[in-house]
């Protein structure tokens, strides 16, 4: 089961900041929050990830509260090509392996 | 484009037949994992291979099996299909790192259907 906790959908103006917010309270200490998203069909994107610092890159960034029970991933001017499903996860440990586990993610759509 | 490759693309089928998706993951990476993604439905994790050898199960049926070749790439075979199985079937790649917090890169995927 997944460990986080999205919203279904949101919406965004067009070159607006898209602000999507994830609960991930039960994370242990050393788990990273992951976040992809996946566009109508096609194979999940990575986006970014973190551990306790705020990350940023070319896509997005990444802020994580100090308890790491919730971040936000921020694109700072949401385009139409942004709409999409956004996940984020914590990977489940699975016979010693991390599996990236999916929920049902926010559905994101960047309106004109 | 992830650098993880499926092949085919689409596969139209009948019931009760076989079929192999194939996965070549990105140079260097060891893991492979599937998923089934349904219409409307999230990706469920079917399977996990490390450099060969099954680490983790996930909602994988009898019917369907995998393995993971010494060239790393995979395939995952399906059987006795049924229309149910109708779905996208997607397979990631990810390179070991210090406690295994690596991301995983997806590729575009297999879209089987069912007739």
């Known amino acids: 089961d997944a460990k986080t906790t999205q919203p279904p959908s949101m919406d965004c103006a067009e070159g607006r900041a898209a602000n999507l917010p994830c609960n991930h309270s039960?994370?242990?200490?050393?788990?990273?929050v992951y976040w992809y998203r996946q566009i109508h069909s096609q194979g999940p994107q990575y986006i970014i990830h973190g551990l306790k610092n705020n990350e940023t890159n070319e896509m997005a960034s990444l802020i994580i509260t100090e308890d790491r029970k919730s971040s936000t991933l921020i694109l700072p001017h949401a385009t139409l090509r942004d709409t999409a499903v956004y996940y984020c996860i914590v990977r489940v440990e699975a016979g010693g392996s991390y599996i990236p586990t999916f929920g049902r993610g926010t559905s994101l759509i960047v309106h004109p | 484009d992830s650098g993880v490759t499926q092949t085919p693309k689409h596969l139209i089928t009948a019931t009760g037949q076989r079929v192999t998706l194939r996965c070549s993951p990105r140079s260097g990476d060891l893991s492979v994992y599937w998923y089934q993604q349904s219409l409307d439905q999230g990706l469920q994790f079917l399977i996990h291979y490390y450099n060969g050898e099954e680490r983790a199960k996930g909602n994988i049926l009898e019917r369907f099996s995998a393995q993971q070749f010494p060239d790393l790439h995979s395939e995952l075979n399906l059987s006795s299909l049924e229309l149910g199985d109708s779905a996208l079937y997607f397979c990631?790649?990810?390179?070991?790192?210090?406690?295994?917090?690596?991301?995983?890169?997806f590729g575009q995927g297999t879209r089987l259907t069912v007739v």
């Open positions: 990631a790649s990810s390179s070991p790192r210090q406690g295994g917090n690596t991301e995983a890169f």
């Open positions: 039960t994370i242990s200490g050393n788990e990273y």
